[in-house]
Every structure is written in structure tokens, then in C-alpha cells.
């Protein structure tokens, strides 16, 4: 079964930048949507953004002009780069990969902290 790595994760000023990477343990190829959630204390996990069958990428509102979500299928890899980074981005980020009879593995999460 693919199993799903995150790294990339720190400590950042506001302003700064990172780029968050999820490396599949196998191909990707066969899954609708690859994509990032992130979780704050206290407030339920939210989509970030996606990238769906046919290179279709979607984000959230927050991120929009920010954040360029991509994916590197050689490298079964997909990844986050973050610019712009806000105090409120400060979440535990999660990369997903989701099939369309909703079978969907998850990634341990890399914590992100932004400070002001």
C-alpha cells in the first residue's frame, strides 16, 4: 500500500516562505486528487489545495496568489511552496491522495509555525 511522507515543515517569520514536500512510497498515477489539508488547535482539518485528474489545481480562498501546490510524477512527489507566509497559515499540514470510490490515505503531517 502507497504510503505518504511529509518533510518541509519549521519555523518561519511572517513574510517568509517554505516549501512543503510529500513523497509517495508508490505511483500516485491511479488516485482522482492529490492534495494538502492543514489543522490549527481547536478548528477542524480544511483543504488547502488540490490537484485533480487532469492537472486541475484548486485552493483555498486564504491561499489564493500565495501558495503553488505541484506534483513531480517521476519522483512521485508532490509539493507546497508557500510564499507570503501569515501567522494564521500556523497549522499542522497533511498531504492526502484520494481515489474516486473514496479510499484515501493520509501523511503523518509536518507542524508549519509563522511567527508575527
Known amino acids: 500500500q502507497v504510503q505518504l511522507v511529509e518533510s518541509g515543515g519549521g519555523l518561519v517569520q511572517a513574510g517568509g516562505s517554505l516549501r512543503l514536500s510529500c513523497a509517495a512510497s508508490?505511483?500516485?498515477?491511479?488516485?482522482?486528487?492529490i492534495g494538502w489539508y492543514r489543522q490549527s488547535p481547536g478548528k477542524q482539518r480544511e483543504l488547502v489545495a488540490v490537484?485533480?485528474?487532469?492537472?486541475?489545481?484548486v485552493y483555498t480562498d486564504s491561499v489564493k496568489g500565495r501558495f503553488t501546490i505541484s506534483r513531480d510524477n517521476a519522483k512521485n512527489t508532490m509539493y507546497l511552496q508557500m510564499n507570503s507566509l501569515k501567522p494564521e497559515d500556523t497549522a499542522v499540514y497533511f498531504c492526502?491522495?484520494?481515489?474516486?470510490?473514496?479510499?484515501?490515505?493520509w501523511g503523518q503531517g509536518t507542524q508549519v509555525t509563522v511567527s508575527s
Open positions: 508508490g505511483s500516485t498515477f491511479n488516485f482522482n486528487a
Open positions: 492526502n491522495a484520494r481515489k474516486g470510490d473514496g479510499f484515501e490515505l
Open positions: 490537484i485533480r485528474r487532469g492537472g486541475i489545481t
